[in-house]
């Protein structure tokens, strides 16, 4: 039997945790405690899948400013705040950084807006987030690195043409005519008559220095 995801709640309204208690203990298990640091001394005991955090606590505990102190100790769980008492610039601190909340709900919470956010939040945030970042990463430097093989592949595909044309005629390069050919800019060409002069595959004064360096 699978274990279901363990919910961290930190939450001093009693009345507030019945309504945890009605919307998510049937799919979760709740660990309630009712201060910041309750919360920490809790977390190497019973370590969380999601933290539910309310942000005014018993005794004055403020729970943003435990923020950083859960993302330390669990840098993949995922945090949800919910409070009455956030203005909407605290709101969006708490959402900014890399010792974020995932989402900010405001109370009185709906029951069928908190189940979804959890639903979601433990589908697709923490580790799960991290996975696929990581993923998206690699997928780019795969693309990345194909593109750079492909533009090297058809530059030297190009030079070799070049080379194969130039060896057959006597007359200087016609760099514009080139550049049609290949569909390529001007700049394009001269660079590669330039580098084909340093690997010794074409002659110095096939590219004599009338033609002005190439521009970025």
């Not at 208690?21 to 370590?47: H, M, N, W």
């Not at 769980?77 to 969006?92: D, H, K, T, W, Y």
């Not at 569909?183 to 110095?204: C, F, N, S, Y």
Request: aromatic content about 6%; hydrophobic content about 35%.
């Amino acid at each position: 039997m699978n274990t279901p995801p363990r919910i961290l709640v930190v939450e001093d309204d009693d009345l507030q945790y019945e309504i945890y208690e009605e919307a998510l203990s049937k799919d979760y298990e709740l660990v309630r405690v009712t201060s910041g640091s309750q919360a920490l001394d809790s977390i190497p005991k019973t370590q969380p899948d999601l933290i539910v955090l309310d942000h005014i606590l018993d005794r004055g505990d403020l729970g943003l400013d435990y923020l950083p102190e859960f993302k330390e100790l669990l840098p993949f769980v995922p945090i949800i705040v919910v409070s009455g008492a956030l203005e909407v610039q605290q709101q969006m601190s708490a959402l900014q950084g890399p010792r974020r909340a995932h989402y900010c709900l405001t109370k009185p919470v709906d029951v069928d807006v908190l189940q979804q956010v959890v639903k979601t939040t433990l589908a697709e945030c923490g580790e799960t987030e991290v996975v696929r970042s990581f993923e998206a990463l690699e997928r780019s430097k795969r693309v990345d690195a194909l593109e750079l093989f492909s533009r090297s592949t058809d530059r030297l595909g190009r030079q070799n043409h070049i080379r194969q044309q130039l060896s057959e005629s006597k007359d200087r390069p016609n760099i514009s005519s080139l550049a049609r050919q290949f569909g390529v800019a001007r700049r394009t060409i001269i660079r590669d008559l330039q580098e084909l002069i340093r690997r010794g595959q074409l002659k110095p004064e096939v590219y004599p220095e009338w033609e002005s360096e190439p521009k970025e």
